[in-house]
């Protein structure tokens, strides 16, 4: 009898634990740069984030890498030239979502997160808006922001200024399952 | 029956407690807080990927680099190498051998794959042509489980013009092996075996070897990101090559600057010939005896894999 009071116990607390968290490991984040010269764009699809719902805990982790550029000359001067990827890898954010949408009903809630944002090894304290959706157990969170290169010293030398844009509009959409512990 | 009522209500309120102690524990851990962790133990953790971009061109000022053109690029060369600076015919006179041009060099490098490319050369020196395929067979690894990148050149050259007894006697062959290492995001460093056959020998001289081994050894170092420094040798082991007859180890210096899609190179070397089968087989001007030149490269990629930006 107490054995069984042990194990349901055991089964109570980690599942009480476990329902409030949840990841997604492909998260699709897409970089756009207009400029007279030319547009820019390149996606990574594979970000990784996790969201507490507990909490409220957001965190983001992306390898600059898995950006892939439609030309190839422009994904290594990417990696090389403005993110030197080869000092810093990832590009991340570590945050709190202000608001405690009801998880357990259906529907689309406008959220804010703030946080520090991390690019090029510079952080950046930025409150970010997007969208989480909610619909049966699944959560899709989707935002747009702008991240300016300078404020994460991104240099774009005078001779491509008008190729690159100051500013680069970041899109995020990710798909969270809930958090399963092994 | 009691006694499993009071284990149910005694379940109840330590799992109600203990709910409320991970909840205070996660209120409490500042930094490394729980949804970090779990990030850090998703994240595909410093996966090995292929080092980029040891070189920003394909040649330097005499070697070609491990650096092979992308799949669908098209890179077009224009070389040029002035008149000697320092003899009765550089000075001032000839601003300094700008008046003289010893040898251009026009070529075109298709990449076929990321990691074969065919190339296509012209050279004013011998009106030599060449075509030649470069394989990338090994890149170096971020963590290191390949130290360096390995390519492959193989070239054959003809000489269209000129008295030769048969096509044969045209025809110049050479082999590479270029094996680089990007020390740091600044230093890359490379070293190549060269194998040369010229079926008559460039120049022609009696007892001058068809054939011989050589070593060349060349080096970036990057001082702003865009703009490197290099330096790039070759040693023929040839002995008709050697000072006594006038031979001199091609040496070069040069400064490189990568503008978008262009990479230019100026830069100073001994060596008239661009093609290595002419600088290696044929280099007879000396730094001492005021043999040297200036030179530059343009190299610009055009990319045809995307028209547009792609961008949805």
Redesign the interface.
């Known amino acids: 009898?107490?054995y069984i009071?042990l194990i349901?116990?055991a089964w109570?607390?980690t599942n009480?634990?476990g329902q409030d968290?949840y990841?997604c490991?492909n998260a699709k984040i897409n970089l756009?740069s207009s400029a007279p010269i030319?547009?820019?764009?390149a996606t990574a699809t594979?970000g990784?984030?996790?969201?507490?719902a507990?909490?409220g805990?957001?965190?983001?982790?992306v390898?600059v890498?898995d950006f892939h550029?439609?030309?190839?000359?422009m994904e290594?001067?990417f990696?090389?030239?403005y993110m030197?990827s080869?000092?810093y890898?990832?590009a991340t954010f570590?945050g709190k979502i202000q608001e405690h949408p009801d998880l357990s009903k259906d529907g689309s809630y406008p959220v804010t997160a703030v946080g520090d944002l991390q690019v090029h090894g510079v952080t950046q304290t930025r409150t970010i808006a997007g969208n989480l959706k909610v619909s049966n157990g699944v959560l899709t969170m989707t935002s747009e922001f702008m991240v300016k290169c300078a404020d994460h010293h991104i240099?774009i030398?005078a001779?491509?200024f008008h190729?690159i844009a100051e500013s680069i509009r970041i899109r995020i959409a990710a798909t969270y399952t809930a958090?399963k512990k092994q | 029956m009691k006694?499993?009522i009071t284990?149910?209500i005694?379940?109840a309120l330590?799992?109600g407690l203990?709910?409320q102690q991970?909840?205070t524990v996660?209120?409490g851990a500042k930094k490394e807080?729980?949804?970090?962790s779990?990030?850090n133990a998703?994240?595909?953790e410093?996966?090995p990927?292929d080092?980029?971009?040891a070189f920003k061109a394909s040649r330097l000022i005499l070697s070609p680099t491990t650096v092979t053109v992308?799949?669908n690029?098209l890179n077009f060369l224009v070389i040029h190498r002035f008149g000697d600076i320092g003899t009765s015919t550089g000075g001032a006179r000839t601003l300094f051998g700008l008046d003289a041009i010893n040898d251009v060099y026009i070529g075109f490098e298709y990449g076929l794959s990321?990691n074969l490319n065919i190339d296509f050369g012209r050279s004013t020196i011998g009106g030599l042509i060449e075509l030649g395929l470069k394989y990338a067979v090994l890149h170096q690894k971020?963590d290191n489980s390949s130290p360096v990148a390995v390519t492959l050149l193989g070239q054959t050259g003809v000489r269209p013009y000129g008295q030769f007894t048969t096509f044969e006697n045209r025809l110049s062959y050479l082999g590479q092996v270029i094996i680089s290492r990007k020390f740091t995001?600044a230093l890359s460093l490379q070293v190549s075996p060269v194998f040369v056959r010229d079926n008559t020998p460039i120049p022609d001289l009696p007892g001058n070897e068809q054939q011989f081994f050589s070593l060349t050894a060349a080096g970036r170092y990057k001082v702003t990101?865009?703009m490197s420094i290099l330096v790039d040798y070759e040693h023929p082991f040839s002995s008709f090559r050697s000072g006594a007859n006038g031979f001199s180890d091609p040496l070069g210096f040069g400064i490189e600057e990568?503008?978008?899609?262009h990479v230019f190179t100026i830069n100073i070397t001994n060596a008239r010939g661009i093609s290595e089968i002419n600088s290696l087989s044929g280099s007879q001007a000396s730094y001492g005896r005021g043999q040297f030149r200036l030179g530059f490269t343009i190299s610009r990629?055009f990319?045809f894999?995307?028209k547009?930006?792609?961008?949805?």
């Open positions: 009898m107490k009071a349901l116990l109570l607390t009480q634990a968290i990841t490991k756009y030319e547009d820019i764009a594979s990784a984030s996790v969201y507490n507990a909490t805990e957001l965190a983001f982790s390898p890498r550029f439609p030309k190839s000359l290594e001067h990696n090389e030239n030197e080869d000092k890898p990832k570590k240099d030398p001779i491509v190729h958090y | 006694r499993i284990v149910f005694f379940l330590a799992a203990k709910a991970t909840d996660k209120k807080t729980s949804a970090d779990l990030l998703m994240s595909p410093d996966k990927q080092v980029i971009a992308k799949k690029n990321d971020t995001s990101k865009g990568q503008t978008g899609g990629m990319d894999n995307h547009g930006s792609g961008y949805k």
